[in-house]
C-alpha cells in the first residue's frame, strides 16, 4: 500500500508539473516550460507501477508530458525533432487500453503532428494529418456530446486543417471548416476559440482578395479578445499588416509590423513567427522603396527559416532578396548585356529550378518573371520569351502583385520588340484586373492604395504613348491610370458606431491633452491613449464605408463639350520629362516643359518662401526678402509650366489636373495665372463628374468659426451679412455636432478653424472646433455633403500624394464624398491676409460670380498673401 500511495503521488505532481509547463508555454516562457516537463518526465520514468489502475494514470501522464515536450521542442529543434518524439508517444498511446481515451489522447498527438507539418511547410501533408486527429477526436466526442473540454479539440482541429485548406487555395473546405468551428465554439462557450477560428477566417477572406472582410474579421477577433482581458495574439497583427500591402498600403503595414516586431522579439518561443513577421516587413520594405531594410530583414528571417527546416518560408526569404536586387539592378545606369545583369538572371533560373513543384509552384514563377525582366534589359530578348513562356497563367487565387508582374513582363518584351499595340493592350488587361481589386476595397484608404500594385504598368504606358507624341492617346491614357479612386461614385452613408465611439474618445482625449498644458500638467501618458485611440479607429476606417458603381473614364469629346471656353492642362510626367496635354475647343496639344524633378523643387520652394512670408507682422526687411524669394520661385514655375501654354490657351479660364509634387503649386500666385478663374482636379474625369453634378435646390448657407482664432479671421458675422440666410455657428455652438448637422445639404459652407493636415493618415486631418476636432472621416460620412466648402486659416487643400496621383487628405476626402468643390490655402496664411482674402471672396460670390472667378480676383489683390486654390468644379 506504501508503494502505491507513493506511486500516486509521484503521478500527481507529474500532472502538476505538465500543468504548469502547459501554461508557461501559453505565457511564452518556453525554458520555464521545458524545465517543467522534463521534470514531469523524470518523476515519471523513475516508477513502473503494476497496479493497473495507478498503471493507466502513469502511462497517460507519461503521454501527455512527452507529446507537449516534443511539440515545444520542435520550436528550437526544428520540426523533425518535434515530428521523432510525436512517433515515440504514438506507440506508448498503443499501450492504452481503453478505447475512448486512446482516442482522445491520439487525437491530441496527430493534431500536435499536424501543426509540425503545417510550420515545416508539408502542407498536404499535414492536412492528411489533421483528418485522422478529427476522427479519433470526433469518435471521442460522440460518447459525451455536451463536454466542452471534448469539444475543444474538435475545434482546435478544424481550425487548423480550414487554415491549412486556405493555404492550399481549397476555398470552400477552408471556409466549411473554419465556420464549423466558429459555430461550436460559440455553441458551448468557447470564445477565445471562437476568435481564434474568426481571425482564420479573415485570412481567408483575404487569400480571395476581399480585403476589408479581411480588416473586418480582425477588428471583431481582437475585440473578442480584449472583451474576455486576454492579450491580442502578435500575428493578427502580421495578417492584419499582409491585407493592408495586398491594398498597397505598404507605409501602413510596415507601421503595422513595427509595432510587432518588439514584442515578438521579447518573447522566447516564437522564432518561427518571428521570421514570418521579419519576412513580411522586408516585403513592406521593399514596396517603399527601402531596399536596404528589406535586405536585412530578408536576410534575418532567411536564418531563422533555415533553423525552423521550412523551406517554403526560406524560399519566400531568399525571394525578397531576389526582388531588392532585381529592382536595384533594372534602375541602375548600366549598359546592356552588363555582366551582373546576366549573372543575376542566371541566380534567379537557378533558383526557380531548385524548387520543388507543384508545392512551391507560385514561387518558382516569381523567380523566373524576374529574370525575365533582366533579360530583356539586357537585351536577351529570345531568352526572356524562352523563361516567359514557362511561367503558367496565375490562378484565380494568385495575388494582385503576381498578375501584374506577369503582366508586366509581356508588355515590356512587347515594347522591346516594337510591339507597341501588344504591349498596351497587356497594360490594359493587367489595369481592367486592378480594377476588380479596387472593386472590392472599402475605405479611402484601401481604394487609393491599390494604385500601388499597378504604378509600373501605370508608368510604362504613359512613357509608351508619350514617346509617340499622340496627345489625345495620351490623355486616354493618363485618365486611365491615374487619381481612379475619384472614378467611384460618392461614398453613400454608413453607420459604424464603434469608429464613431472612438473618434468621440479621441476627441476627448484631445480636450484632455488641452487642458493639461494648461494647468501645466504632463500629457505623455495622454497622448499615448490618443494614439492608441487613432490606431484603433484608423483600422476601423480601413474596412468602414461602400461606394457606389465606378464610372466610367471620361472620354475627350464629352470633356471638350463640358469645358466649353474653358481650357484644360493635364500635367504628366515620365522619368524626369514633364509634359502638358492641354485641351481648347476641339484640339489637343502636347507640349513638353522641361525638368519634372526642376518643377517639383521650385513649387517645395515655393511653398516654403510663402509659408515664411505669411506672418502678418514680419520686419519689413525680412518681409522683404522672403517676397523677392517667393517671387523668383513663382516666376520660374511660371516660366516653365504656364507661359510656353499661353499660345495655346489664350485667356481662357482652366482646369488644371497636377501629378506629384505640383499638388503643392497654388496657380494664382504664378504671375501669367493672376486673376485668372483656376480651378484644380485629381484628374478630368473627376473633375467632369464634379462640374456636370446634377444641380440641387439652394441650400443654406454655412459659417462656422472655431475657438482661439484671431479676430479678424473669425469674423463670420460680417461674411454672413453677404447672405441673407446663413446660418452663424460660434463660441458654445460651434460644436462638432451642430456643425456636422449643418453642414449636411448646405450649398456652401465656410469653416474658419485651425486646422492640421496628417500626412502619414490624411483622414485624421482635422478642424478645431469648440467641443474639440472634426476629422475628415466624419464629415466623409455625411449622407448629403455641402456642395462647396471653403476652409479658411488652415493648410487642409494638403494631400498626401500615393502612386498613380492618388491625392489623399481633408480636401480630396470631401471631393470623394461628393461635395464639388472645395477652397483652401495650399500654404499658410496671415490672419489679416486670410480675413481680407475671405471678405472679398464672399462678397463677389454672393454678388453672383462664379466660385472659381470670385476667388481668382480675391487672389490678385495680393497674391503672394492669399495661396488658395479652388479644387473640384468652380461653377456653382
Same mark, same amino acid.
Given at each position: 500500500?506504501?508503494?502505491?500511495?507513493?506511486?500516486?503521488?509521484?503521478?500527481?505532481?507529474?500532472?502538476?508539473?505538465?500543468?504548469?509547463?502547459?501554461?508557461?508555454?501559453?505565457?511564452?516562457?518556453?525554458?520555464?516550460?521545458?524545465?517543467?516537463?522534463?521534470?514531469?518526465?523524470?518523476?515519471?520514468?523513475?516508477?513502473?507501477?503494476?497496479?493497473?489502475?495507478?498503471?493507466?494514470?502513469?502511462?497517460?501522464?507519461?503521454?501527455?508530458?512527452?507529446?507537449?515536450?516534443?511539440?515545444?521542442?520542435?520550436?528550437?529543434?526544428?520540426?523533425?525533432?518535434?515530428?521523432?518524439?510525436?512517433?515515440?508517444?504514438?506507440?506508448?498511446?498503443?499501450?492504452?487500453?481503453?478505447?475512448?481515451?486512446?482516442?482522445?489522447?491520439?487525437?491530441?498527438?496527430?493534431?500536435?503532428?499536424?501543426?509540425?507539418?503545417?510550420?515545416?511547410?508539408?502542407?498536404?501533408?499535414?492536412?492528411?494529418?489533421?483528418?485522422?486527429?478529427?476522427?479519433?477526436?470526433?469518435?471521442?466526442?460522440?460518447?459525451?456530446?455536451?463536454?466542452?473540454?471534448?469539444?475543444?479539440?474538435?475545434?482546435?482541429?478544424?481550425?487548423?486543417?480550414?487554415?491549412?485548406?486556405?493555404?492550399?487555395?481549397?476555398?470552400?473546405?477552408?471556409?466549411?471548416?473554419?465556420?464549423?468551428?466558429?459555430?461550436?465554439?460559440?455553441?458551448?462557450?468557447?470564445?477565445?476559440?471562437?476568435?481564434?477560428?474568426?481571425?482564420?477566417?479573415?485570412?481567408?477572406?483575404?487569400?480571395?482578395?476581399?480585403?476589408?472582410?479581411?480588416?473586418?474579421?480582425?477588428?471583431?477577433?481582437?475585440?473578442?479578445?480584449?472583451?474576455?482581458?486576454?492579450?491580442?495574439?502578435?500575428?493578427?497583427?502580421?495578417?492584419?499588416?499582409?491585407?493592408?500591402?495586398?491594398?498597397?498600403?505598404?507605409?501602413?503595414?510596415?507601421?503595422?509590423?513595427?509595432?510587432?516586431?518588439?514584442?515578438?522579439?521579447?518573447?522566447?518561443?516564437?522564432?518561427?513567427?518571428?521570421?514570418?513577421?521579419?519576412?513580411?516587413?522586408?516585403?513592406?520594405?521593399?514596396?517603399?522603396?527601402?531596399?536596404?531594410?528589406?535586405?536585412?530583414?530578408?536576410?534575418?528571417?532567411?536564418?531563422?527559416?533555415?533553423?525552423?527546416?521550412?523551406?517554403?518560408?526560406?524560399?519566400?526569404?531568399?525571394?525578397?532578396?531576389?526582388?531588392?536586387?532585381?529592382?536595384?539592378?533594372?534602375?541602375?545606369?548600366?549598359?546592356?548585356?552588363?555582366?551582373?545583369?546576366?549573372?543575376?538572371?542566371?541566380?534567379?533560373?537557378?533558383?526557380?529550378?531548385?524548387?520543388?513543384?507543384?508545392?512551391?509552384?507560385?514561387?518558382?514563377?516569381?523567380?523566373?518573371?524576374?529574370?525575365?525582366?533582366?533579360?530583356?534589359?539586357?537585351?536577351?530578348?529570345?531568352?526572356?520569351?524562352?523563361?516567359?513562356?514557362?511561367?503558367?497563367?496565375?490562378?484565380?487565387?494568385?495575388?494582385?502583385?503576381?498578375?501584374?508582374?506577369?503582366?508586366?513582363?509581356?508588355?515590356?518584351?512587347?515594347?522591346?520588340?516594337?510591339?507597341?499595340?501588344?504591349?498596351?493592350?497587356?497594360?490594359?488587361?493587367?489595369?481592367?484586373?486592378?480594377?476588380?481589386?479596387?472593386?472590392?476595397?472599402?475605405?479611402?484608404?484601401?481604394?487609393?492604395?491599390?494604385?500601388?500594385?499597378?504604378?509600373?504598368?501605370?508608368?510604362?504606358?504613359?512613357?509608351?504613348?508619350?514617346?509617340?507624341?499622340?496627345?489625345?492617346?495620351?490623355?486616354?491614357?493618363?485618365?486611365?491610370?491615374?487619381?481612379?479612386?475619384?472614378?467611384?461614385?460618392?461614398?453613400?452613408?454608413?453607420?459604424?458606431?464603434?469608429?464613431?465611439?472612438?473618434?468621440?474618445?479621441?476627441?476627448?482625449?484631445?480636450?484632455?491633452?488641452?487642458?493639461?498644458?494648461?494647468?501645466?500638467?504632463?500629457?505623455?501618458?495622454?497622448?499615448?491613449?490618443?494614439?492608441?485611440?487613432?490606431?484603433?479607429?484608423?483600422?476601423?476606417?480601413?474596412?468602414?464605408?461602400?461606394?457606389?458603381?465606378?464610372?466610367?473614364?471620361?472620354?475627350?469629346?464629352?470633356?471638350?463639350?463640358?469645358?466649353?471656353?474653358?481650357?484644360?492642362?493635364?500635367?504628366?510626367?515620365?522619368?524626369?520629362?514633364?509634359?502638358?496635354?492641354?485641351?481648347?475647343?476641339?484640339?489637343?496639344?502636347? @507640349?513638353? #516643359?522641361? /525638368?519634372? &524633378? %526642376? =518643377?517639383?523643387? !521650385?513649387?517645395?520652394?515655393?511653398?516654403? $518662401?510663402?509659408?515664411?512670408? +505669411?506672418?502678418?507682422?514680419?520686419?519689413?526687411?525680412?518681409?522683404?526678402?522672403?517676397?523677392?524669394?517667393?517671387?523668383?520661385?513663382?516666376?520660374?514655375?511660371?516660366?516653365?509650366?504656364?507661359?510656353?501654354?499661353?499660345?495655346?490657351?489664350?485667356?481662357?479660364?482652366?482646369?488644371?489636373?497636377?501629378?506629384?509634387?505640383?499638388?503643392?503649386?497654388?496657380?494664382?500666385?504664378?504671375?501669367?495665372?493672376?486673376?485668372?478663374?483656376?480651378?484644380?482636379?485629381?484628374?478630368?474625369?473627376?473633375?467632369?463628374?464634379?462640374?456636370?453634378?446634377?444641380?440641387?435646390?439652394?441650400?443654406?448657407?454655412?459659417?462656422?468659426?472655431?475657438?482661439?482664432?484671431?479676430?479678424?479671421?473669425?469674423?463670420?458675422?460680417?461674411?454672413?451679412?453677404?447672405?441673407?440666410? @446663413?446660418? #452663424?455657428? /460660434?463660441? &458654445? %455652438? =460651434?460644436?462638432? !455636432?451642430?456643425?456636422?448637422?449643418?453642414? $449636411?445639404?448646405?450649398?456652401? +459652407?465656410?469653416?474658419?478653424?485651425?486646422?492640421?493636415?496628417?500626412?502619414?493618415?490624411?483622414?485624421?486631418?482635422?478642424?478645431?472646433?469648440?467641443?474639440?476636432?472634426?476629422?475628415?472621416?466624419?464629415?466623409?460620412?455625411?449622407?448629403?455633403?455641402?456642395?462647396?466648402?471653403?476652409?479658411?486659416?488652415?493648410?487642409?487643400?494638403?494631400?498626401?500624394?500615393?502612386?498613380?496621383?492618388?491625392?489623399?487628405?481633408?480636401?480630396?476626402?470631401?471631393?470623394?464624398?461628393?461635395?464639388?468643390?472645395?477652397?483652401?490655402?495650399?500654404?499658410?496664411?496671415?490672419?489679416?491676409?486670410?480675413?481680407?482674402?475671405?471678405?472679398?471672396?464672399?462678397?463677389?460670390?454672393?454678388?453672383?460670380?462664379?466660385?472659381?472667378?470670385?476667388?481668382?480676383?480675391?487672389?490678385?489683390?495680393?497674391?503672394?498673401?492669399?495661396?488658395?486654390?479652388?479644387?473640384?468644379?468652380?461653377?456653382?
Amino acid at each position: 500500500m506504501t508503494v502505491i500511495r507513493d506511486e500516486s503521488v509521484v503521478i500527481r505532481e507529474a500532472r502538476e508539473l505538465h500543468r504548469s509547463g502547459v501554461e508557461a508555454s501559453c505565457a511564452g516562457q518556453h525554458r520555464d516550460a521545458v524545465r517543467d516537463l522534463r521534470r514531469g518526465l523524470s518523476l515519471a520514468d523513475a516508477i513502473n507501477p503494476a497496479d493497473p489502475e495507478l498503471r493507466a494514470d502513469w502511462l497517460v501522464a507519461r503521454i501527455r508530458l512527452s507529446s507537449t515536450l516534443a511539440a515545444l521542442m520542435a520550436e528550437s529543434a526544428g520540426p523533425a525533432a518535434g515530428l521523432a518524439g510525436l512517433d515515440d508517444v504514438r506507440q506508448l498511446i498503443e499501450q492504452v487500453a481503453d478505447p475512448l481515451l486512446r482516442a482522445e489522447l491520439f487525437g491530441s498527438v496527430e493534431h500536435n503532428r499536424g501543426l509540425l507539418l503545417l510550420n515545416a511547410g508539408r502542407t498536404e501533408d499535414g492536412v492528411a494529418v489533421l483528418d485522422s486527429a478529427l476522427d479519433h477526436e470526433e469518435r471521442r466526442l460522440a460518447a459525451d456530446p455536451r463536454e466542452p473540454a471534448l469539444v475543444e479539440p474538435v475545434v482546435k482541429t478544424l481550425w487548423s486543417r480550414g487554415t491549412a485548406h486556405t493555404k492550399l487555395g481549397s476555398v470552400a473546405r477552408a471556409r466549411q471548416d473554419l465556420t464549423r468551428a466558429v459555430l461550436l465554439a460559440t455553441e458551448h462557450g468557447l470564445t477565445t476559440r471562437a476568435a481564434d477560428a474568426s481571425h482564420a477566417l479573415g485570412r481567408l477572406d483575404l487569400r480571395v482578395g476581399d480585403v476589408p472582410a479581411a480588416l473586418r474579421r480582425y477588428e471583431h477577433s481582437e475585440r473578442s479578445y480584449r472583451a474576455q482581458d486576454l492579450d491580442v495574439p502578435v500575428l493578427l497583427g502580421l495578417h492584419r499588416a499582409q491585407a493592408l500591402m495586398a491594398a498597397g498600403l505598404a507605409d501602413e503595414a510596415g507601421n503595422q509590423l513595427d509595432s510587432v516586431l518588439p514584442v515578438m522579439r521579447a518573447e522566447e518561443s516564437v522564432t518561427r513567427d518571428l521570421a514570418d513577421v521579419e519576412l513580411y516587413r522586408s516585403v513592406a520594405a521593399y514596396m517603399n522603396g527601402d531596399f536596404d531594410l528589406a535586405r536585412a530583414m530578408a536576410a534575418s528571417a532567411r536564418q531563422r527559416m533555415r533553423r525552423w527546416g521550412c523551406e517554403t518560408c526560406v524560399a519566400n526569404a531568399t525571394l525578397v532578396a531576389l526582388r531588392v536586387d532585381t529592382a536595384v539592378a533594372l534602375s541602375a545606369d548600366e549598359a546592356p548585356g552588363t555582366v551582373s545583369g546576366r549573372a543575376l538572371a542566371r541566380r534567379a533560373l537557378d533558383f526557380a529550378d531548385g524548387l520543388a513543384v507543384p508545392r512551391l509552384a507560385e514561387q518558382a514563377a516569381l523567380a523566373r518573371m524576374l529574370a525575365v525582366r533582366l533579360e530583356i534589359r539586357r537585351g536577351a530578348l529570345d531568352a526572356a520569351e524562352r523563361v516567359l513562356a514557362g511561367v503558367p497563367r496565375p490562378g484565380r487565387l494568385a495575388p494582385i502583385e503576381h498578375r501584374m508582374l506577369r503582366r508586366l513582363c509581356r508588355a515590356e518584351l512587347a515594347v522591346a520588340r516594337g510591339q507597341h499595340t501588344a504591349a498596351l493592350s497587356e497594360i490594359r488587361g493587367g489595369l481592367t484586373d486592378l480594377d476588380h481589386v479596387r472593386d472590392r476595397m472599402g475605405g479611402l484608404e484601401l481604394l487609393s492604395g491599390t494604385a500601388l500594385h499597378g504604378r509600373d504598368l501605370s508608368e510604362l504606358a504613359v512613357h509608351l504613348v508619350l514617346s509617340g507624341g499622340n496627345p489625345r492617346r495620351l490623355f486616354a491614357w493618363l485618365e486611365r491610370t491615374r487619381a481612379q479612386t475619384y472614378r467611384y461614385e460618392p461614398l453613400t452613408r454608413f453607420d459604424n458606431p464603434e469608429l464613431a465611439e472612438r473618434i468621440a474618445e479621441i476627441r476627448t482625449l484631445t480636450q484632455s491633452i488641452h487642458q493639461a498644458k494648461h494647468e501645466g500638467h504632463p500629457t505623455t501618458v495622454l497622448r499615448a491613449r490618443r494614439a492608441e485611440r487613432m490606431r484603433e479607429a484608423n483600422r476601423l476606417g480601413w474596412h468602414t464605408g461602400r461606394w457606389g458603381r465606378s464610372r466610367p473614364v471620361a472620354g475627350l469629346a464629352e470633356v471638350m463639350a463640358q469645358l466649353g471656353d474653358r481650357a484644360l492642362v493635364s500635367f504628366a510626367s515620365s522619368e524626369d520629362s514633364l509634359v502638358a496635354v492641354v485641351v481648347v475647343g476641339s484640339g489637343v496639344r502636347l @507640349a513638353r #516643359l522641361g /525638368s519634372s &524633378e %526642376r =518643377a517639383g523643387e !521650385a513649387a517645395r520652394m515655393l511653398n516654403a $518662401d510663402l509659408n515664411a512670408l +505669411a506672418p502678418d507682422h514680419l520686419p519689413a526687411q525680412l518681409a522683404a526678402v522672403m517676397a523677392s524669394s517667393a517671387r523668383k520661385q513663382a516666376d520660374l514655375i511660371d516660366e516653365q509650366l504656364i507661359q510656353p501654354l499661353v499660345e495655346l490657351v489664350g485667356d481662357r479660364d482652366l482646369v488644371i489636373v497636377p501629378t506629384g509634387s505640383l499638388y503643392a503649386i497654388p496657380w494664382g500666385v504664378l504671375p501669367t495665372l493672376h486673376g485668372r478663374p483656376t480651378v484644380v482636379a485629381p484628374s478630368a474625369t473627376a473633375w467632369l463628374a464634379a462640374d456636370r453634378a446634377e444641380r440641387r435646390p439652394e441650400g443654406r448657407t454655412v459659417l462656422a468659426r472655431g475657438p482661439d482664432l484671431p479676430a479678424a479671421v473669425g469674423e463670420i458675422d460680417k461674411l454672413g451679412a453677404y447672405y441673407s440666410t @446663413a446660418a #452663424l455657428l /460660434s463660441g &458654445e %455652438r =460651434a460644436t462638432v !455636432a451642430n456643425v456636422l448637422e449643418a453642414l $449636411d445639404g448646405a450649398e456652401i +459652407a465656410h469653416l474658419a478653424a485651425h486646422g492640421v493636415h496628417e500626412p502619414e493618415n490624411a483622414l485624421f486631418s482635422r478642424l478645431e472646433l469648440g467641443d474639440g476636432p472634426l476629422y475628415a472621416h466624419e464629415v466623409a460620412g455625411l449622407p448629403n455633403p455641402p456642395r462647396q466648402v471653403v476652409l479658411a486659416s488652415c493648410e487642409l487643400a494638403l494631400n498626401r500624394i500615393r502612386p498613380g496621383d492618388e491625392p489623399l487628405g481633408f480636401a480630396s476626402a470631401l471631393l470623394a464624398s461628393g461635395s464639388h468643390m472645395v477652397v483652401a490655402p495650399l500654404s499658410r496664411v496671415g490672419d489679416q491676409a486670410c480675413a481680407a482674402a475671405m471678405d472679398d471672396y464672399h462678397r463677389l460670390l454672393a454678388a453672383g460670380a462664379e466660385p472659381a472667378v470670385a476667388l481668382a480676383e480675391a487672389i490678385a489683390v495680393d497674391p503672394l498673401h492669399r495661396p488658395f486654390v479652388c479644387l473640384g468644379s468652380g461653377r456653382r
